[in-house]
């Protein structure tokens, strides 16, 4: 039996405490006329992985950036329903508000920052900690520690290292702010399948040793599933179907619509979705 | 020595001496552009607003040492105040908007310094002579005015302490981070408004020091806003987003355009000093257009 397994098993029956995040029936809304959200919701359980699936435009993204406010910096807003983060509301304050309370966004399309080097990537993630330099090298090597690559590389300019160091540089900045939880913006975006199995193992390891809960959208409904406990599939802009990632690994329709098989099991690349598409920004 | 060799020194150092002031007007116009990708127009209004400010507070009866401090705090609110009314309205929007706003924002502050200043030009005395420095000229046997030489200084210093500021400092990594990216710096809580009051603050006090150079000299006047032209070979030279780019560009330029006037102007009658400067940029813009510390924009995708 494989880990997955187990912990799918375990969240399946988990305790019904009070979810890190709860996310109720929102409507997000760009330039006051485009409504991408039409009542979203979903939970995220404490100390879980969750995904949150669907094709291109269904609006992965704009429900992340309602999370975690980012959506404010693009015109865009939450015009309906509420969002809890550890009990409180959140839905009108700011992202650095929120990185405050503990919940760090990483961005789609891994946005490092292309002049910095990879280690003073990892401290800007520190910002808003009030942090001595020795306090620094330590978080720093708590980081580094789940990214071996990233102390290789701690010197390089972030813009000229590869796109899964570019990703695990953002993840690890995001950690620096010593988050409870982190929302991923497709991590498999343009990676070849060693790399994203190496950074989900690496976000695994994250979940379970920091104890960080994770709300994940995922194009690569394959990968997303294999590490989630709980899955949500979006369709413009509503949830279409939810469930333990197990049970929507082998449901018909998403087997069909979204792993690229056919019913009889066999994978039919024809019909498969690009996974890997052209990085786009924002 | 000989004194060709002599004469050349001098106008050599004469020249560097501008230039670490070109250098200076230049650092303003970089630090902001770097931290919120605004070209600002205004800063030759600052420059003037600011040095004009600091002459007015001296003349209502302030010592030296206040109406400084008083003019600093005037820059960090008028740096408050654009991020406030300017910056935050427009923030996503398109880089020529912001352009226009700022051109706005120059003719704001020359209107507010006429207004509450008067328009007539003021002496400013910084104690300091603009005559030859007796025991250089003595020991070496060139000439260099102490005004030059302590303004180059204070230029010099100013540009060191940005440097540093900017490398090795917390607002200044937060500052750079803006720089690369306003989202994916907002996404981990740097919290852009308080950069962007930081930039304009400190272009604000960089702009009171260049005042004050350059006020010293020519007399604190209108003409102080077209300083910030001067400027504009610079930043093409070293480039919109080098820091260190600037600072040796100013310094090219300041020299090149005083030996280009003493040795290359007899040959077109002289006056090639207001110009020089701009056909060196023409000349990187042509074969270097990324400036000389070429900050390449990084693409990978
Ligand atoms: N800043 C914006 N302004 C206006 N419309 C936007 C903006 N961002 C996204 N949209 C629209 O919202 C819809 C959902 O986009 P979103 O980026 O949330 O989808 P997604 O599920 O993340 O897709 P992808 O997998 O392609 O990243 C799309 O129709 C998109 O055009
Ligand atoms: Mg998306």
Redesign the interface.
Known sequence: MTMTATRTAEAAAGPAAQPILSVRNIEAIYDNVILVLRGVSLEVPEGSIVALLGGNGAGKSTTLKSISTMITAERGRVSKGSIHFRGERTDQLTPGALVGMGMVQVMEGRMCFGHLTVEENLVAGAYTRKLSKAQIRDELERVYAYFPRLKERRTSQAGYTSGGEQQMTAIGRAMMAKPRMLLLDEPSMGLAPQIVAEIFEIVRDLNEKEGVSILLAEQNTAVALKYANYGYILESGRIMMDGPAADLAANKDVREFYLGMSSDGRDSFRNRKSYRRKKRWI | MNPEILFFFEVLLGGLLAGVMYSLVALGFVLIYKASSVFNFAQGAMVFFAVLSFVGFMELGLPFFLALLVTVGLMVLVGMATERFVLRPL??QHEDTLLMATIGLAFVLEGLAQLVWGVEVRRLDLGIPDVPIMWIADATGIFVSALDLVAGLVAAVMVAVLAIVFSRT?VG??L??V?????????????LSQVWVFVWATAGIVALVAGMLWGARAGVQFALVGLALKALPVLIIGGFTSVPGVIVAGLIVGASEKLAEVYIGPYFGGGIEGWAPYMLAVLFLMFRPEGLFG?RI?R??
């Open positions: 923030v996503n917390k990594l937060g750079r981070a720089a690369d990216g306003h989202g994916a710096a907002m996404s981990i809580g740097i919290p900050e990084i990978r995708v």
